[in-house]
Every structure is written in structure tokens, then in C-alpha cells.
């Protein structure tokens, strides 16, 4: 079988590198020469594992794309840019007819939904690329469908940790206070509390000092009316690589996905990982 061509963007930035290294390391892949990057980044190219890729302006962005499109039939974008750029270059991939997972945080997803759904190509987008994050969603889904009562009356605080650079509120925060909240528990007045301070979370939090970096350590808490029960569920992540997997899972899915003529589909990750 031939390799999908892998268009990675977010170059210069360290979630967009993991993920294109390891595509250069995937037989199943081939790496585009190329990446849309953003506003302020003087460089014009950047080197991954020894290969050379252009950095395009985003003045260039539509052109580079209508392009790698002709260039690359069997192409799949992946989008690892800024939450301001979400929506932008979700216009930008469907403009152009190009398959693309996203894996940016943030962004207005109604309106990258409403995007796709006029389009002639399929997406995966989701908060949270970790298979095993996004099946912990998938059980809590399940309970908040399943009993919606379950937690009635407690208080739910959420505490969440990321490297520095992270500009936005974790999306897998945001989406699993819903679910408990589906399931009766009251978000605390402080709402997700946010630390992207390095001092605090080497010494507060205990990270460990090569994963200031790059990391995602979450707690949510929840207490019963009368404060005599408490539940907590942590999932403390150290390095990228987790996302990195579930990334390509996706790709490798959604070039799948898209041979088989699903034009406008919006996926997650759930249903990558069911493999439909």
C-alpha cells in the first residue's frame, strides 16, 4: 500500500515536531515538505530528523494548499497550530479539499463543525488526541447517559497543569466538567483552575523537571453535600508522545474514512478508536 502523504501544520512549535518525526518514522506515511505556520515566525524553513521543510506565511497559506492538493492525491493535513488559527485553517483545509485531523485545542468548534459540514471533505476533531484519555471520555459518557442522577449535589473542582506555552483552558477539562455536570455535579465558583507557572508546578505539583515542557496532569475532584464522600479521578500525562499515536490512529482512519466517500462528515476520536 501506498504511504498517505502527511501535511503537518505548526511548524515551528514542539507538538507539530513530535508529530512530524514520528510520521517520518511511520512506514505508513510520507511527510510533506511544508507547514503552515503563523503571524511573527521569521524563519522560512525547519529542519525535523534531517528533512528540510518550508514554513508558510500565512499570506501564503491558500496558495501552499491548493498546491500540496494537486501535488499529494493521497493527503491528509494535521492541523497542531494556535487556538486563533483553528477556525481559520479549518476554512482553509475545506477550501482546499483537504482531509485533516485537528488536533489544535481551543477555537470555536461549532463553527469549525458547521465549516466541515459544507465542505466536501471529512474531519476528525477532537479535544483530547490520547486514545486512552478519549476512552476514559467515552466511560463517562457512557455514565452520564446512562445515570444522570449519579452525582447529584456534589461539588466538582478541577485542577489542571500544562507547559507554560499552552494558551488556552484544556479542552478534555472542559469537556469532562460537562459530563459530570450531566451527571448532577456542580462546577466549584473558581472553575478549572489553570497552572501553566513552572516554579508552582515543579514544586507544587511535583513534575518532574523534563516534563515542564511539555505535560497535562489533571484532578477532578468531587464532594458530597454533607463533605463525607469524596472522589477524586486523576490522569497525569508526562511528554506529547500519547497524542502522538492517537494523531496518526487518526490519520491512518480518515484517509480510510474519506476513500470511502464521507464528504462534510465531522469524527472524533471516539470513533476512531471504534474503528467504524
Request: proline share 6%.
Amino acid at each position: 500500500m501506498k504511504p498517505v502523504h502527511v501535511l503537518v501544520c505548526g511548524l515551528p512549535g514542539n507538538m507539530a515536531r513530535n508529530v512530524a518525526s514520528h510520521v517520518l518514522a511511520d512506514s505508513r506515511f510520507s511527510l510533506v515538505p511544508l507547514s503552515l505556520t503563523g503571524p511573527g515566525i521569521l524563519a522560512r524553513e525547519d529542519t525535523v530528523a534531517g528533512k528540510t521543510l518550508a514554513l508558510v506565511p500565512p499570506e501564503k497559506h491558500a496558495e501552499a494548499l491548493a498546491k500540496a492538493r494537486q501535488e499529494y492525491p493521497r493527503l491528509v493535513a494535521v492541523d497542531y497550530t494556535h487556538p486563533s488559527a483553528a477556525a481559520g485553517n479549518t476554512r482553509l483545509y475545506a477550501a482546499a479539499g483537504i482531509p485533516f485531523v485537528m488536533g489544535t485545542t481551543g477555537g470555536d468548534r461549532k463553527q469549525m463543525t458547521e465549516t466541515v459540514a459544507a465542505s466536501s471533505v471529512p474531519a476528525v476533531i477532537s479535544p483530547n488526541m490520547s486514545r486512552e484519555i478519549v476512552g476514559l471520555t467515552a466511560m463517562l459518557t457512557y455514565a452520564a447517559n446512562s445515570f444522570p442522577g449519579l452525582f447529584k449535589g456534589y461539588s466538582l473542582s478541577v485542577r489542571e497543569s500544562h507547559q507554560h506555552g499552552k494558551a488556552d483552558t484544556s479542552g478534555t477539562a472542559k469537556a469532562l466538567v460537562e459530563l459530570f455536570g450531566q451527571m448532577g455535579a456542580k462546577n466549584a465558583p473558581e472553575g478549572i483552575v489553570m497552572e501553566r507557572n513552572p516554579q508552582r508546578q515543579r514544586e507544587v505539583w511535583g513534575v518532574p523537571e523534563e516534563y515542564l515542557s511539555g505535560h497535562a496532569w489533571h484532578t477532578y475532584t468531587l464532594v458530597s453535600p454533607d463533605n463525607t464522600v469524596k472522589f477524586e479521578f486523576t490522569h497525569n500525562v508526562c511528554g506529547r508522545d500519547i497524542y502522538v499515536h492517537g494523531t496518526l490512529d487518526a490519520v491512518a482512519w480518515l484517509y480510510n474514512k474519506s476513500l470511502q466517500g464521507c464528504p462534510g462528515q465531522v469524527f472524533s476520536m471516539i470513533d476512531v478508536l471504534a474503528g467504524n
